[in-house]
């Protein structure tokens, strides 16, 4: 299978898109397939030993709109400017404007003079003229896509544009043959206030994705790399014959080229001020770089050999060499711009509806407008105001606005996310977040900075062990492990020049710990928590003595045991992060339960727990164990959110009602979270089930007013109440209207 990214060209209301998303899903070897009315895209998913993606191209092409053939960014990554047709759009409007404000006079102070040409005033022919330009010219797109739709037997908002300025002007030119009065300013300035309408869509559509464009204009365009000094000429009077480089230091020269150009391993060099062209790695200088493109965090990050660097992020003080690890589509960069892309692509689950009513609401309206014209012409008898009632009808009707509802109060929320480094992943995200009533952390490198340390060594006083050898029994243990405790542990000892015992058999025990055997001791070494030796049958009441302490404080312990004796034990701790009370107590403010999930100890648990103010705990729940815990409190009613960065975190996120991937979790944690934040900071999570909140909200009333407008409109219009020309003009700003609801997304 293959997925494939389309823009598509000449799609003007929802039905558009529903009608695409059909014709793609009908299609053999197409196995899913969105269209986005929004932001114009199509995602496709085919098999290629079926269809090629010409052939995908080609099914848009023959249901009669277009593809917008992509270019290259210096990003790497391929987009499209739709600046081009919005002055299109601009220019008609302008040029229809012209033409249609006599028309408009017309309607305000009727205008006659004495010349007569074939028995009318010559007033009467110009206005004939320049509404059939107007209708004709600057209104043919609606009739050019209306007869497209037609021959497919279907029917979009240019249908109903087409309809009614068709009928209004048709039936103009017959009363004015029939010396009756006519409407040609109703068809001239329908055109012109939809015409209005759009270019307005157009340009609020275009704010919309104004975060997704300032992505795109992050990254740099050219890069200095250092490569060797190329052989002199003696045809160049002793100078280098590439004649735009400068000299450089130790056998280097600089050389200034495009990004496209650069390749993986190259050496690149970025001054203070300057931008960093593309990922890399650290390795000569140091600096602190402004990495708020990316992550939405303030404050520069101290970066010295060694450390990753990302491309579109800002060095600020020191000069640094680069070597490139990621290029093109594979940067950071370029990530973020196709996960936004991806989320405003997609559609939400509330989406469903709308895109339902969608497909009926033309066919449905037409109907409606051919009952009124019936309806009037029974009641009063005139088939001038059955006429013009009936385009009112067709008219005021408007898909636009719910197929603009869903999809830009995404694009500005998923955009806005980026923005603050939050990445959504999908629609549904948004959605997800509306029902939640806890978030639940787990603790180890999440609540805490995930960098734990040994904060003491405790022997067993029965046994007298010194404490050296508590720590080289425990590190020769730990020092094949890769659990951050056990890594605390192999720190603490390389720090303190321990030697390891050489060991045999080791077995580490998920959730538990690890165990070995010495062959010159002819004895198994335990390390780990009381859960190991109570299945070892290693007594355990002094282990229960220092896990009721008070004087333990927060931390782990870890016990060490030698045989059936427990000798001595560790006590090791994470640093909390700076926000995590901060950030619990303004879930709760939103009236959220706040939950931690942790292995450890319920002692320890609850200690951390009680520091932060959190109401619930889960301790000595095992990972494999995790995922249960959270359908446990979804079975008791709860909505959750769960907050994780660890391998053994993704069953839990997947789980959970909303999952939330801390910037440092492992790729598979990233991968089963709805939402992933780009720094290691829990204020993070608040802001994004915050901008969820919003942007849901959003939706929702956007959602509201179109079913609103749509109602009473056509209500009004069947009533009578409403001109051909104020239905148009209501017509074309319901849409915009819908766009800047989700553009106030920007400053909630």
């Not at 196995?31 to 085919?46: I, T």
């Not at 520069?300 to 050999?305: E, Q």
């Not at 005139?382 to 999809?407: D, E, F, K, M, R």
């Not at 995404?410 to 995200?429: D, H, Q, T």
Request: with cysteine; charged share 20%.
């Amino acid at each position: 299978m293959k997925t494939l990214t389309l823009t598509i060209t000449g799609m003007t209301c929802a039905s558009c898109a529903r009608n695409n998303e059909s014709v793609l899903m009908e299609t053999a070897g197409i196995l899913w397939a969105n269209v986005n009315f929004a932001n114009k895209k199509a995602m496709v998913e085919y098999d290629e030993t079926i269809l090629s993606e010409e052939a995908v191209k080609n099914i848009i092409r023959e249901n009669g709109y277009g593809i917008e053939e992509p270019h290259m960014e210096h990003s790497g990554h391929m987009h499209e400017h739709g600046g081009s047709d919005i002055r299109v759009d601009r220019n008609r409007l302008i040029g229809s404007a012209i033409l249609s404000a006599p028309l408009l006079l017309e309607m305000i102070y009727p205008f006659r003079t004495s010349v007569m040409f074939a028995g009318k005033d010559l007033i009467m022919w110009i206005h004939l003229a320049l509404a059939t330009v107007v209708v004709f010219y600057f209104g043919w797109r609606f009739h050019r896509m209306a007869l497209k739709q037609a021959r497919k037997f279907r029917a979009n908002m240019d249908t109903l544009v087409s309809l009614g300025t068709l009928v209004a002007y048709f039936y103009s030119l017959w009363a004015l043959t029939a010396g009756k009065a006519g409407y040609f300013e109703s068809a001239a300035l329908i055109v012109t206030l939809i015409l209005l309408g759009k270019y307005f869509e157009a340009l609020s559509t275009g704010q919309a994705g104004e975060a997704m464009r300032q992505l795109l204009e992050l990254g740099a365009k050219k890069a200095r790399r250092l490569i060797d000094k190329p052989p002199v000429s003696p045809l160049s009077g002793g100078q280098y014959t590439n004649t735009p480089l400068t000299r450089g230091d130790g056998g280097f020269i600089e050389e200034e080229i495009s990004i496209e150009a650069i390749r993986v391993g190259d050496i690149l060099i970025v001054r203070p001020g300057e931008k960093i062209p593309l990922d890399g790695i650290i390795i000569e200088g140091g600096s602190s770089v402004d990495e708020s493109m990316l992550t939405g965090e303030s404050l520069p990050v101290d970066k010295s050999v060694g450390s990753r660097v990302f491309g579109a992020t800002m060095n600020e003080s020191g000069m640094l060499q680069i070597r490139v690890t990621q290029t093109g589509e594979y940067t950071l960069l370029a990530e973020i711009i196709r996960s936004v892309e991806t989320a405003q692509g997609s559609k939400a689950p509330i989406e469903r509806f709308a895109d339902t009513v969608s497909g009926i609401f033309v066919p449905v309206i037409i109907v409606i407008a051919l009952l009124t014209s019936i309806g009037w012409y029974i009641v009063s008898g005139n088939i001038s105001t059955a006429i013009i009632n009936a385009v009112a009808v067709l008219v005021i009707a408007c898909p636009c606005a719910l197929g603009l509802a869903t999809p830009t109060a995404i694009m500005v929320g998923s955009g806005l996310g980026a923005r603050r480094g939050i990445l959504f992943k999908n629609g549904e995200s948004f959605e997800r977040a509306k029902n939640i009533t806890m978030v639940v952390f787990d603790k180890t490198g999440t609540l805490t900075k995930g960098a734990p340390e040994v904060q003491r060594i405790i022997s067993d006083p029965a046994f007298a062990f010194n404490e050296d050898v508590i720590v080289q029994i425990a590190a020769s243990l730990a020092h094949n492990s890769d659990h951050p405790l056990s890594r605390a542990i192999a720190s603490f000892a390389q720090k303190n020049n321990e030697n390891y015992i050489k060991l045999e058999k080791i077995e580490e025990i998920r959730g538990k710990g690890i165990v070995a055997y010495d062959p010159a001791e002819k004895s198994s070494f335990f390390l780990g928590n009381r859960k190991l030796l109570e299945e070892n049958e290693i007594d355990t009441s002094w282990a229960d003595t220092l896990l009721a302490s008070s004087e333990m404080g927060i931390g782990t312990l870890l016990f060490v045991a030698q045989e059936k004796m427990a000798i001595g034990a560790i006590l090791i701790a994470d640093e909390i992060r700076q926000e995590s009370k901060e950030v619990v107590q303004k879930l709760q403010d939103l009236w959220l339960k706040v939950a931690m999930i942790s292995g450890d100890n319920r002692r320890t648990a609850q200690a951390v727990a009680d520091s932060l103010g959190i109401d619930r705990v889960l301790a000595e729940v095992l990972p494999h164990e995790k995922s249960g815990e959270i359908k446990r409190l979804q079975d008791e009613g709860e909505q959750i959110v769960f907050v994780g960065d660890g391998i053994n975190d993704a069953p839990s996120l997947i789980q959970a009602d909303l999952g939330i991937a801390m910037g440092s979790a492992a790729d598979i944690a990233k991968e089963a979270g709805q939402i992933i934040l780009m720094q290691n900071n829990l204020s993070k999570v608040l802001e994004s089930i915050e901008l969820s909140r919003t942007t849901f909200r959003t939706i929702r009333q956007n959602l509201f007013w179109a079913f609103f407008y749509n109602i009473v409109a056509v209500s009004l219009a069947i009533a009578g109440f409403l001109n051909p020309a104020i239905a148009a003009a209501a017509m074309a700003f319901s849409s915009v209207s819908v766009v800047g609801n989700s553009l106030r997304i920007y400053r909630k």
